[in-house]
């Protein structure tokens, strides 16, 4: 993924909790979601929460998106009900590169549940992102669907020749985003009971798909991220725009890839 923005940035030889800033926080960890900055993830997480269940992606409390910004990781809840999202409502944690781990919330609002999307979260985190997307699009859904019905399990979603493709990064390590004549590859896991147990399924299908900046999940949606903010809202609005038109297309019979003419 390309450079951070200097915000975004962790400062090198930097110990969580050593500085004078951590100290404030851990005296008054409300300090965490208080900005007047439009773009501090207290504030846009619940205005891109309000945004996508007017898009129908996060309706019925589900779906969600964490934001990491320097050591901190700032994350919406879970079982609530998106649009009506605050930053009071925000878990914020230290970033942790072990997924696995249970580490302590520097902030947890009460009466509200940690996400239960935070290990996948923190697997995006891992690969370079600084924003990470959890929707329940119904048109990722469709997708997965049909490339079930048509392909079988085990393949992934492709499809080559439209100019939206153009919104999608290229890939780990690379400039620039996909073009028209690129063949744009979505990786599919199927979906388990619980959340948490998609974590190991995702993080196999990002090192055998490197350059992917999303993994499908079948029959449940679709988790997207980016190296900011804007990247990924970017990518995951692109993407839905896609798989509504590839679901389109099968319906009228056009194929999704094509050869150059």
Wanted: aromatic share 10%.
């Amino acid at each position: 993924m390309s450079e951070h923005p200097d915000e975004f940035s962790v400062q090198k030889n930097y110990l969580p909790g050593s500085s004078p800033e951590d100290a404030a926080f851990k005296a008054n960890p409300d300090l965490l979601i208080q900005s007047t900055d439009p773009d501090h993830p207290a504030n846009i997480i619940p205005r891109l929460c309000r945004n996508f269940y007017n898009l129908g992606w996060v309706t019925g409390t589900g779906g969600g998106i964490s934001i990491r910004k320097g050591n901190y990781v700032f994350i919406a809840p879970s079982g609530v009900q998106k649009e009506l999202l605050k930053a009071e409502d925000l878990f914020v944690m230290l970033y942790s590169p072990d997924i696995t781990s249970r580490n302590a919330y520097y902030r947890s609002p009460p009466n509200l549940k940690p996400s239960a999307c935070t290990p996948l979260f923190l697997a995006a985190f891992n690969v370079g992102a600084y924003a990470s997307i959890h929707t329940h699009s119904q048109w990722a859904v469709l997708v997965t669907l049909i490339v079930e019905r048509e392909f079988g399990r085990g393949s992934c979603f492709e499809i080559n020749h439209l100019e939206q493709i153009k919104g999608i990064p290229r890939g780990l390590g690379k400039t620039g985003n996909l073009g028209f004549h690129d063949t744009l590859k979505i990786p599919i896991i199927e979906n388990t009971a619980h959340e948490e147990d998609l974590t190991s399924f995702l993080v196999d299908a990002i090192k055998t798909y490197p350059d992917s900046y999303a993994v499908l999940v079948r029959r449940h949606g679709i988790y997207v991220w980016g190296d900011t903010v804007a990247k990924a809202k970017t990518s995951a609005e692109s993407l839905d725009y896609i798989f509504q038109l590839a679901v389109e297309m099968n319906r009228l019979g056009f194929p999704w890839i094509t050869e150059d003419k």
